[in-house]
């Protein structure tokens, strides 16, 4: 008999995307929480934050459950995602909008004109981006973002080849924090993704994915140093880290 696949609803989706996501990301809720803190510290009760590369919406959520005046506008270019996302923050009504647009295009922030944007985040997805790319993504911001607005992005910044004894303890981390969430039960990011996309109505979303990311390989990453150069040579007048834990970082900027 053929398998069957067990129907789950998008906030179920979700909480599965944050446990195997804490597979990969050790102290996964301590840096959320470090952003939560920078974003209560700075902001006023009543905000719009623009969430990059939101994926299924696991910051997004914890944005609008922590600010009940807080709204945020989330972006990505994964349709799988997306829809997700669109589902599963349905409940926050029209505190949240998602939105479809790719990063990599020059005309990216066009669906966000003539908005107000007090802070934007992201956790665990500019790394797709080159250094280049990056540096573009930053500059457009600065073009978007008011003074006194911020910049919090939550990543792993691996460090250099020549780091070889931090380079070697971070991996023997990563190791140590997937085996323990795989052997309690986690999914893979293989498992989730097989389980997300065999859903209902999904299969025209996975060709879309498909089509989209063909001719997307992976990038180079970019240390610590280059974002916190890239954010300032594109406008941001100071940037730093607000947390660290081996080489995952909340890099910080304010414009």
Known sequence: MPETT????????????????????????????????VLRLHLPARFHAL????????LTDRILRAFPGARVTAVDYDPVLLRIAGEALGEHGQRVTVVDTDLVRPDWAAPLAG?????????????????????????????LM??????LNADHLRYAPQQTALKALSERHDAEVRRAAFEAGSDTWDEWFALATAQPGMAPLVIERELRFAERPPQPLAPLHFHLSALRTAGF??????????????????R
């Open 146 to 151: 008011p003074a006194g607005a911020v910049f």
């Open 237 to 254: 007048t100071e940037a730093g880290t607000v947390w660290q834990y081996l080489d995952d970082h909340v890099v910080f900027a304010r």
């Open 51 to 58: 969430d990059l590369a939101c994926g299924p919406g696991s």
């Open 115 to 143: 908005e107000k944007i007090d802070a934007v985040v992201s956790s665990t997805a500019l790394h797709w981006l080159s250094p280049l790319q990056l540096l573009q993504v930053y500059t457009a911001l600065a073009d």
């Open 6 to 37: 067990t129907t789950l609803s998008p906030r179920a989706l979700l909480e599965r995307w944050d446990a195997q996501q804490a597979a990969y990301v050790a102290h996964r809720e301590s840096r959320f929480q470090a952003m939560l803190d």
